[in-house]
Nanobody, 115 residues
Framework: VQLQASGGGLVQSGGSLRLSCAASGSIGSIRVRGWYRQAPGKERELVAIIINGGSTNYADSVKGRFTISRDTAKNTVYLQMNSLKPEDTAVYYC??????????WGQGTLVTVSS
């Protein structure tokens, strides 16, 4: 499975961005799709996931502001980020996890939120 993330950039506090993650390869093996982020000096953390049945889960810090969704026809997962805060600044990584718990990662896309 190969993942190509895009959509990061510089935005002012309160603004919005949408990240995209296009997948190719053995998509049928994937059970969970999601986004993680890593801020400077911090560990990588879960932002949001979407499971094959459509259920979602979010980090408490982004609930009500971020929305994860998927377009199965395009094999693409999105992360709509609204009301961005400076503490959302990080490199965002797309993740796909297979039924065998193998993790696949995208290359990361930088999101910078200015105050």
């Amino acid at each position: 499975v190969q993942l190509q993330a895009s959509g990061g950039g510089l935005v002012q506090s309160g603004g919005s961005l949408r990240l995209s993650c296009a997948a190719s390869g053995s998509i049928g093996s994937i059970r969970v799709r999601g986004w993680y982020r890593q801020a400077p000096g911090k560990e990588r953390e879960l932002v949001a996931i979407i499971i094959n049945g459509g259920s979602t889960n979010y980090a408490d810090s982004v609930k009500g502001r971020f929305t994860i969704s998927r377009d199965t026809a395009k094999n693409t997962v999105y992360l709509q980020m609204n009301s961005l805060k400076p503490e959302d600044t990080a490199v965002y990584y797309c993740n796909h996890r297979s039924w065998y718990n193998t993790d696949y990662w995208g290359q990361g896309t930088l999101v910078t939120v200015s105050s």
